[in-house]
């Protein structure tokens, strides 16, 4: 089962990427919604045991915690919140959709299966996380489907797609192009060739987002990012690049614990 991604600079446009999707078969298992807490939306706090629908307990339970509520009204039937680090409040719908971005880390397979009636997912890229992250950080939604089939995941991604879904690809490249000057103009003063060690230096950077690594040096995760980055991790362009995205990181935290 393959998880197709979306992000919609317009909850509008989620909700008819929505109702497309539903129109077309999908189950409303499949298809889970986040968006940035609004007060257009009812929240009550209840006990996490009152959530709970079938092997939804370890998936979200285990991986939330407390920072757990309820919201209704919505077409999916199933919502929580949860207060994501580094994001801040995020109101989720569907199945799986309040472990996707959990607290506790990305969502491994196996929670996923539970999450959505015991199937089975592949779940999400643990280095495609801080870009949803980012997405909801700027009030973008965020749209995750569970494709059955080459053919259904062929047919979710084009449904999204013309409801004015960005791909993960895309929104990455954009992410990029938004630091690229700042981050050349930084390498420049190295005295290196920053377009000739871009590649490294950007892997580098990136890689300092996922969240085994934020906060952490190089070395603390050097087991880790030399499975990941076999030929690169200990180049002085990858070190660099991590010790920039390390600090890009701290200042997101940091941002987001003001804004509260």
Request: hydrophobic share 40%.
């Amino acid at each position: 089962m393959k998880t197709v991604s979306g992000i919609f600079q317009a909850k509008e446009n989620a909700k008819v990427a929505l109702d497309r999707l539903r129109a077309a078969g999908f189950s409303p298992d499949a298809i889970n919604l986040l968006f940035p807490e609004s007060r257009e939306s009812e929240i009550h706090s209840v006990p996490t045991s009152e959530t709970e629908q079938p092997g939804m307990g370890g998936a979200i339970g285990g991986v939330l915690g407390g920072a757990l509520g309820v919201a209704g009204g919505f077409e999916l039937g199933i919502g929580a919140t949860a207060l994501i680090p580094g994001v801040g409040p995020v109101l989720a719908f569907g199945m799986a959709g309040a472990a996707l971005l959990g607290a506790g880390g990305a969502i491994a397979g196996a929670a996923a299966g539970a999450a959505a009636e015991e199937r089975t997912t592949e779940g999400i890229p643990e280095d495609e996380i801080f870009f949803y992250e980012s997405a909801l950080r700027q009030g973008r939604s965020v749209m995750l489907v569970f494709a059955a089939n080459e053919v259904d995941e062929a047919r979710a991604r084009r449904i999204m797609g013309e409801a004015g879904a960005e791909s993960i690809d895309a929104a990455r490249e954009r992410w990029w192009l938004g630091l690229h000057d700042a981050e050349k103009e930084h390498y420049r003063f190295s005295g290196d060739d920053f377009e000739k060690d871009q590649a490294a230096y950007r892997s580098g950077f990136e890689s300092a987002q996922r969240r085994q690594c934020r906060g952490k040096s190089i070395d603390e995760e050097a087991d880790c990012l030399k499975w990941w980055f076999p030929e690169t991790w200990d180049s002085d362009a990858f070190r660099k690049g991590y010790e920039r995205g390390r600090e890009y990181s701290l200042q997101q935290h940091r941002d987001e614990t003001a804004r509260r």
